[in-house]
């Protein structure tokens, strides 16, 4: 028998009290027992009143369920937790950014509780990981790092897959980059703290010893990065990691060769990605691989791809002083159509460098998460 | 007599407590049981019930400012148009526009609208507006951020943020109970939000019409363009009257609940005004009320269903999205909303588990939402500190 507070049968049981409470009332008028007529006065005013009380209970119910003020008993007692398990964000009573008790290394960081994924070992904290993965058309495998959010260990955490972004590094560079003179996962926790998704960071190494610069490109005869960038990488975070496994809840991101790497993956893929972010990225492959593929080299370049009309966001930023990069923002701006989109930074200052990018990863992180929103199971 | 004032609340007390004085001395003469004192004795309870319940209505009214006056509540409690017989063939569609990141060409502007002021306190002025292209008059809230008369500021445009209270209300209702001038100044203050212009405006008009924000099938010599009213005449007529900024990047709207939709409405149709929306509570499919303009096999009344645009003709617009899977009044639609929107709508969504469909549980989100405004749309972005 469920009597919640906007259950049919609460309803009616109340309705049904207060048509009958002035019948009650009259009845038991005569009935009040008592020695003097201030007591037996006082007796029939109480009923007069709980009569009324009964009324507007009533009416309040009748309310409640047309406007759905409050959704359950809990709801009115103020029973319910602000900060239940699918919460998003418990509303801070400030707008103020705050220090983030997550950040690596704080004292007061959550301890890791997953166990380390098999296959994996941990690199230089509790919380971020590296295996190596096999690429096809090689026999040498790549390094890809993982790090998760402080949010992926908490219990209330436990049955939300988490979004994830793919970083890539520059040429010549290296994934861990991003760890320390990019400084991702601070950053990721300063954004988080102002409203950004928690996302899970991928970083794989785009780079091949002895191959030629292949711009994260599947050539012929080489090895082939892109499928290993998309499909060998994807496989194995989804198959260790609690991460979504929809093009909903992946985006990509880097910084100099990386950036047109994200840009030009995204666009490629918009069955695999979201969003792309391009940080100081080109427009089109210049490697000396691509030399003797002309075609391959015009398929590769951005406003070609911008031609098929991929339904991802893309947003691209960089330094007037940089001149390739920020000539690639206008291409990217002048080829985009419905229902790419596309949203440019061109900044003043600042140059190809990871000081400047690091400082804009948290606006990264938050565009990022407008595209992927936090949402709960 | 005001429905809002404390006259009402203090008449119909005493007549409550009269009538509670007057059971209490006729009831000795109705003690016989017969047909005709039984009778008279339930006619009183029931008379003092109905008065108490008038009074318990009047404090709530009082409290969350639903009805302003008679022609408000009469308006809302009557039917305010059937639906059209002829279910009409759309002629046309609008051209798809090129859109390129975020540069939409605008449209003409509108005739100017006429003003009138009808109420100014220490903060807000409220004017009743007639719209120059929808020939709809409503009332329209104005703040005005501090700084905005100092001589040094006399050439500084700002942003606007354009909102609609929930269906009923009046159009102060809103402002009052978000304390949306202090949250603006305070994030101003904070350099979390550049200095906005806000401006209120009331979409249930004529009084008590629960008229959807939609535009009804008679054009403007019916009287029912609210939408384009809220769209397109009070945006030209703020940016003639104040001095704001004209880029759809700093224009954006919104709400909480049924004001959510209007929202929604305005900047999801006329993302070449509007760069972004805020919805609280809201929904995505029009909830005709007391005023059916459209049959419903009505293919006009289409626009309405924004999940489906969502999924299909996306508008190149930021949302930030709050809702409680409780909430029977809006999530039902909101998170189909949330799952159909792609790019180039951007959503930025928060559900919650628990909670239903009031103010306190939504005004703690409205600083988060703004805040998020200062960093997605570019003229709400605050100035360095």
Known sequence: ?377 | MSLLGTKLLVLLAVLAVAAMVVTVLLWPRLARTAFWTVLGRLGLITLVNALVLLLALAVVNHQFQFFGDWSDLIGATTTQGTTAAAVATVTGGSPHKAVVATVIPQQPPPPPSTVVVVAQDSISTTYAVTGGASKVTSDVQVFLPTGYSDPAAATHRYPVLEGFGGYPSVVTSTSKAYDLAAQLGSLADQHALAPTIAVMAQPWTPAGRDTECANGPGGASAGDQVETWISVDIPAWVRSTFRTRTDRGSWATWGPSAGAWCAAVAAMLHPDTFGAFICIGGYFRVEWGNWQPYAPTDVRAARYDLVARAGTDPPPVAAWIYTSKQDSQSAPTTLPFIAAARAPLAVSAHVVTTGGHRTPLWKPWLPVALTWLGTVSPGFAPARP
Not at chain 1, 273 to 298: H, I, M, N, R, W
Request: charged fraction near 15%; hydrophobic fraction near 45%.
């Open chain 1, 1 to 377: 028998m469920d009597l919640g507070l906007t259950s049919g049968l609460f309803a009616t049981v109340v309705v049904a009290l207060a048509i009958l409470a002035p019948v009650l009332v009259v009845i038991a008028w005569r009935r009040v027992r008592g020695r003097s007529a201030a007591l037996r006065s006082a007796q029939r005013w109480a009923l007069v009143l709980l009569s009324q009380a009964v009324a507007v209970v009533a009416v309040l119910v009748l309310i409640n369920n047309e406007f759905g003020l409050y959704s359950s008993w809990d709801d009115l007692l103020g029973r319910t937790s602000t900060a239940s398990a699918t919460d998003v964000l418990v509303p801070p009573t400030t707008a103020a950014r705050g220090t983030h008790p997550s950040a690596p290394g704080a004292a007061t960081a959550l301890p890791w509780n997953s166990g380390v994924p098999k296959g994996f070992s941990t690199y230089d904290s509790a919380s971020t990981f590296v295996a190596e993965v096999r690429v096809p058309g090689t026999s040498a495998p790549l390094k890809v790092y993982v790090s998760v959010p402080p949010e992926y260990g908490r219990p209330e955490f436990a049955r939300v897959d988490f979004p994830v972004v793919e970083l890539f590094h520059g040429y010549p560079g290296s994934p861990t980059t991003w760890f320390h003179a990019m400084d991702v996962r601070a950053k990721l926790a300063d954004a988080v703290a102002a409203g950004a998704t928690p996302f899970v960071l991928v970083v794989p190494q785009i780079s091949v010893a002895g191959a030629p610069d292949l711009e994260c490109t599947d050539l012929p005869g080489q090895p082939q990065v892109a499928t290993f960038l998309t499909t060998e990488v994807r496989s194995v975070i989804t198959t260790h990691f609690r991460v979504r496994a929809d093009r909903a809840g992946w985006a990509a991101m880097g910084y100099s060769e990386g950036g047109y790497c994200a840009a030009q993956l995204v666009l490629r893929h918009p069955e695999l990605f979201a969003a792309g972010v391009d940080l100081s990225g080109y427009d089109a492959p210049e490697s000396s691989a691509f030399d003797t593929l002309p075609l391959l080299k015009q398929a590769g370049s951005l406003a070609t791809l911008l031609r098929s009309a991929p339904a991802v966001a893309i947003f691209a930023s960089a330094s007037r002083q940089d001149q390739q990069s920020s000539g690639s923002l206008t291409s990217l701006r002048r080829g985009a159509r419905p229902p790419t989109s596309v949203t440019t930074q061109l900044f003043a200052q600042g140059g190809h460098n990871t000081a400047d990018w690091s400082a804009g990863l948290p606006a990264s992180f938050i565009w990022l998460s407008h595209q992927i929103p936090r949402v709960g199971p």
